[in-house]
């Protein structure tokens, strides 16, 4: 592990693997598409995101319901990768407040690994004024995962300049909380959407983690305006969209003295939190 990715010290909870995670999404039943295909199908540069938490008997009800349209991505036979997300923030977590404060220019900052694959890319992640997500992504290095290096911080500051947030200096981002989870992606290539579901979700923070109840998953729709099929197949199965935020949430759990936010409700339903005495001065669960 990187020097940068100190602020992580907890391992992942016991919970089912990644292969018995395919299994029980039945993703067998759809044909696999290779990366290159998903990404010339559904890479949307400017889209919107639609997220609910599902138990997981629901999200492979959904996946058996796509498989007619759908492929899922598949890496040599593998269908779910491994993602870690390093969030960068300043000191103040100016990121973490502007998003749960509804800002219309809120950011996100991030290096994702692809673990398996030893892909590395610094991500941007801001709000049009229409409300869809942009994200610029720029590659790097495996081993520069956890820190933003000169070529990074460069990055991130154009990218941060072109959405018109220039009260952020790049160069004042550290790393404030790593997410880890196991993914499947679905693409309908026709239809050019996508489909995500992801499990084994962890955050950390220091010596702290909050963890998503192994039973459920993060599903996320990513596609124009207008609900995909997909949302519309969530809403059949008695789902409703939710507002959430992995970074967000982790951070509400894992930093004391944080103000209360609308997170709390859904960590409070579907997130356990366990921090070290010797770490916050207390123990706390959620």
């Not at 639609?50 to 007619?68: F, M, N």
């Not at 502007?98 to 800002?103: L, S």
Request: with cysteine.
């Amino acid at each position: 592990m990187t020097p940068a990715t100190s602020v992580l010290h907890a391992p992942t909870p016991t919970a089912p693997g990644p292969q018995s995670l395919a299994e029980t999404l039945g993703l067998s039943r759809l044909p696999g598409a290779t990366l290159a295909e998903v990404d010339a199908a559904a890479a949307l540069q400017h889209r919107v995101d639609r997220k609910y938490l599902v138990p997981l008997a629901v999200a492979a009800r959904l996946v058996t319901a796509l498989a007619a349209t759908h492929r899922v991505l598949d890496i040599a036979g593998r269908r779910t990768t491994d993602y870690r997300s390093t969030y960068f923030d300043t000191p103040e977590l100016a990121a973490w407040h502007a998003h749960v404060q509804g800002r219309r220019r809120r950011w996100k900052v991030r290096t994702r690994l692809y673990a398996e694959d030893g892909l590395c890319r610094v991500e941007v992640k801001t709000k049009d004024g229409r409300g869809a997500t942009v994200k610029h992504a720029l590659g790097t290095e495996a081993d520069a995962y956890g820190r933003l290096d000169s070529a990074a911080t460069h990055f991130v500051a154009a990218m941060l300049g072109r959405a018109g947030i220039t009260s952020v200096p790049a160069t004042d981002l550290t790393p404030a909380g790593e997410i880890r989870y196991h993914r499947a992606a679905l693409a309908d290539l026709e239809g050019g959407t996508r489909v995500t579901l992801d499990a084994l979700l962890t955050c950390h923070r220091d010596e702290g983690t909050t963890a998503l109840d192994p039973g459920h998953v993060l599903v996320e729709t990513k596609g124009g305006l207008r609900p995909a099929p997909a949302d519309r197949l969530l809403l059949d199965l008695g789902t409703r969209p939710v507002s959430v935020s992995k970074y967000a949430i982790g951070l509400s759990l894992l930093v004391p003295g944080l103000p209360g936010n609308d997170f709390r409700r859904i960590a409070r339903t579907y997130f356990t939190t366990s921090t070290p005495s010797h770490a916050f001065g207390r123990t706390t669960a959620a």
